[in-house]
């Protein structure tokens, strides 16, 4: 009977924890939405016609795409 209570807690954690991850990520994409800058679509045409990243030389740029840890 005890294994049994033993699982179900362990089942039980691991469904909590990976609850909690879920809530985690999703506030975390809201507060990173929130930190990006609003650009109409006018602003967006102007900035695409203005820069090019052929204009920049490749060592210019820094990848940043690990920083976050894994992909989603």
């Given at each position: 009977m005890e294994s049994t209570n033993a699982l179900d807690i362990q089942a039980l954690k691991a469904i909590v924890k990976e609850s909690v991850r879920e809530v985690m990520r999703e506030k975390?994409?809201?507060?990173?939405?929130?930190?990006?800058?609003?650009?109409?679509?006018?602003?967006?045409?102007?900035?695409?016609?203005?820069?090019?990243?052929?204009?920049?030389?490749?060592?210019?740029f820094i990848d940043v795409t690990g920083w976050l840890g894994a992909p989603l």
């Open positions: 975390w994409f809201k507060f990173f939405e929130m930190l990006i800058p609003y650009v109409d679509d006018n602003e967006q045409t102007d900035v695409e016609a203005t820069f090019h990243p052929s204009d920049y030389e490749r060592e210019e």
